[in-house]
């Protein structure tokens, strides 16, 4: 089996240096490139197809959000993995709605790390026990799944999130709409991101209630 290929992006080389030894310790992960900026990330994603990017948010130049964005729109199925030391949930909904697949505080150890990254690389979200907390905050009001982050949603999302309220399984919902199981994975993921919603569970939980979606596959117009 193949190791997972992940590039690392942050400001400061210590920082990516610290990381880089320590996920090349584990035999399931393989760090092809490392990036200071954006810019520089978009160029390593181009050339080394990383399936995993690790970011921090204090990324020079458009900002760490606005860094996901851009990543983001050069690959819709790479892994998006937010490090950060800042625990407050709002910067934490930002980097869902941007794109990003889990949101880590860097004081994760390292097995728990590299559980999450599995986790993140197999069901494209995740999210720790640190992290679960500010996370089912947002989701107690409207500050996730809210009208604007549905607003977010491309219309083929917003068929599968349909799909995903009337109960209806990944296959199923292939079968439906002529496209790949994995490919549904994907864009199950991106749905994650944009909602801020941790995992299915609370997706579909979101979904129902706001959608209000009752059987029947919708199919495209």
């Known amino acids: ?61 458009t900002g760490g959000v606005d860094a996901v964005r851009a990543i983001r729109r050069e690959s819709g199925h790479v892994r998006i993995v937010i490090l950060s030391s800042n625990q407050q949930p709002v910067y934490m909904r930002e980097a869902f709605v941007a794109g990003a697949n889990a949101y880590l505080f860097r004081s994760i150890d390292a097995d728990e790390l590299r ?46 999130l349909s799909l995903v309220a009337d109960d209806h399984e990944t296959d199923c919902i292939a079968t439906a709409l002529g496209i790949r199981p994995k490919t549904v994975r994907n864009y199950l993921s991106r749905i994650y991101a944009k909602l801020g919603t941790p995992n299915r569970v609370q997706t579909v939980l979101y979904a129902k209630r706001s959608l209000g979606r009752h059987g029947g596959l919708v199919t495209d117009p």
């Open 115 to 160: 559980e999450t990254l599995l986790a993140v690389h197999r069901d494209g979200a995740a999210f720790t026990a640190a992290t679960a907390g500010p996370i089912l905050q947002l989701m107690s009001g409207r500050h996730v799944g809210d009208d604007a982050a549905l607003s977010t949603l491309t219309e083929r999302e917003r068929q599968i």
């Open 1 to 61: 089996m193949s190791s997972i290929k992940v590039l690392l992006v942050d400001s400061e080389q210590l920082v990516l240096e610290g990381f880089r030894k320590l996920l090349d310790g584990f035999t399931e992960f393989s760090v092809v490139s490392i990036a200071h900026d954006a810019a520089a990330a978009i160029e390593h994603l181009r050339g080394r197809r990383p399936q995993i990017v690790v970011m921090g948010l204090g990324v020079p130049g």
